[in-house]
């Protein structure tokens, strides 16, 4: 029976080489695909959510991912994400996407908002600044 490879990759290591694997569940913001090994190479942008997957003649294992992208080139399926978390559970997985996750976007969007309040106040000053040297 053929099989895939994947490789889920962090911005610093790599979380998961699997071997064997015949089926990869994923989360897109259009709702959850599947992957078997004859499907057509793709690529899916990752929403935070949970990851199954099952190797040849082993349970089902589960990741909680961040947002990323997933690339499948022939039998190959490699998943880049700015964070997650490999685990047995599938309750503490779904609650870590739920508080980590999507948490720290939400500040990351509080941030950005200072970030850009900051930014916008920083050049009201150069344009009265300039317009005092003209």
Known sequence: ??????????????????TGVARIVVETAQGSFGLLPQRLDCVAALVPGILS?????????????????????GRAVVISVRRALRGTDLARLRDAVEQE?????????????AMTRLETG???RFVKLRDRRS
Do not use: N
């Open 53 to 73: 997957f099952e190797a040849e003649g082993q349970v089902e294992e589960f990741l909680a991912v961040d947002e990323g992208v997933l690339v499948k080139t």
């Open 101 to 113: 996750f999507l948490t720290l976007d939400a500040q990351e969007e509080e941030m950005r908002t």
């Open 1 to 18: 029976m053929p099989s895939m490879t994947l490789k889920v990759l962090l911005p610093f290591q790599v979380l998961a080489d699997e």
């Open 122 to 124: 920083f050049l009201r």
